[in-house]
């Protein structure tokens, strides 16, 4: 689905697709085959990813995503084949994604006890299968990814998340999803500095290599450094001169590479910083090479990240063409 601009008042008839920010048809059909229960489809997408990491981690996490709730069905497969790297890794990541769902707001943790601890058994559940897709695989950096999301939402000494980081890109030194974890992992919200966060973003982009969507990066961090001081979330005011002149620059750098799997999460995290600095050209530009996709990053920051993606296209003159 493409997306055009057009006028205000065809705008009110947008039809996005808000939550599924990729170009891949095979992904596309696993996901609502999963979500109809059929998980057969989602072993089947996983396995044509071997050997792609930047593929095979992203169909990870969206049929992670789409099978939240039915973990026990991804055990019982993983049961059945318990040689299979990707059962375990699929279960594993299902169960991350399942306890993020219960997990309590850090203001209400103190009373909020039995919620707090039903999260971490959630959360701890995940790291069997996690480490039994590593040993079976042990070439794989997806699952080292996806502990890195496990330690974070452990809280787990910053010498183990660091050690976890070094497994993901020792293997595999471009893996985005991996470089978005530790940029979490070093955000203030999580325990760490903003300029411990922003010199990551820096250098990561310094070293990718040329097309490469690691640019996004930046904007990500200016969001999350934000994001981590500020409440309730406005549309004004949200990067310093500084702040958006460094956006500005990364996204001339990007040379918009929309063939990697998370191109579209670069558009989406670009177009939503010139949207809130009211720089109409460049957001459109950006926002229009999602193809009508919006991702939960940036968009989550702003609130629901549907309908802040669906009024940024509204507000941008953008419709499903």
């Known amino acids: 689905m493409g997306v055009a601009e057009v006028d205000r008042v065809r705008a009110r008839g947008l039809r996005l697709i808000v939550d599924r920010p990729w170009a891949d048809a095979m992904l596309d059909e696993a996901v609502v085959a999963v979500r109809r229960k059929i998980f057969e489809a989602g072993t089947v997408a996983i396995g044509a990813a071997r050997g792609d990491p930047e593929g095979r981690a992203l169909r990870i996490e969206a049929l992670a995503k789409a099978a939240v709730g039915h973990s026990r069905a991804i055990e019982a497969l993983a049961a059945r084949d318990r040689a299979n790297p990707d059962l375990w890794l699929w279960l594993g990541r299902t169960r991350i994604e399942e306890a993020w769902t219960i997990k309590p707001d850090v203001k209400a943790r103190a009373v ?37 999301w496990l330690y974070l939402g452990l809280d787990r000494p910053r010498q183990e998340k660091d050690a976890v980081w070094y497994e993901a890109v020792r293997r595999y030194p471009t893996l985005f999803p991996a470089h978005v974890a530790r940029l ?63 956006v500005v620059s990364h996204s001339g750098r990007w040379l918009g590479n929309d063939s990697h799997p998370r191109s ?28 009508g996709r919006g991702s939960t990053l940036p968009w989550s920051y702003l609130g629901d990240p549907a309908q802040q993606f669906q009024r940024a296209c509204g507000r941008l003159h953008l419709v499903a063409a």
Do not use: C
Request: glycine share 8%.
């Open 112 to 148: 909020q006890a039995q919620r707090t601890q039903a999260f971490q058994g959630a959360m701890e559940s995940a790291r069997m299968p996690l480490f039994a897709a590593v040993s079976l695989a042990p070439s794989d950096p997806v699952p080292w990814e996806s502990i890195m």
């Open 184 to 246: 979490m992992t070093l955000s203030p919200a999580w325990g760490g500095s903003a300029q411990e966060m922003l010199e990551f973003a820096r250098q990561a982009v310094s070293r990718a290599p040329d097309g490469d969507p690691m640019a996004s990066l930046v904007p990500l961090a200016h969001f999350e450094q934000v994001a981590a001081g500020r409440s309730p979330m406005s549309r004004g005011g949200w990067f310093s001169d500084g702040a958006l002149r460094e």
């Open 264 to 291: 579209i999460e670069a558009h989406n995290l670009f177009g939503a910083a010139f949207y809130l600095a009211d720089l109409r050209r460049p957001a459109r530009g950006h926002l229009m090479r999602t193809k």
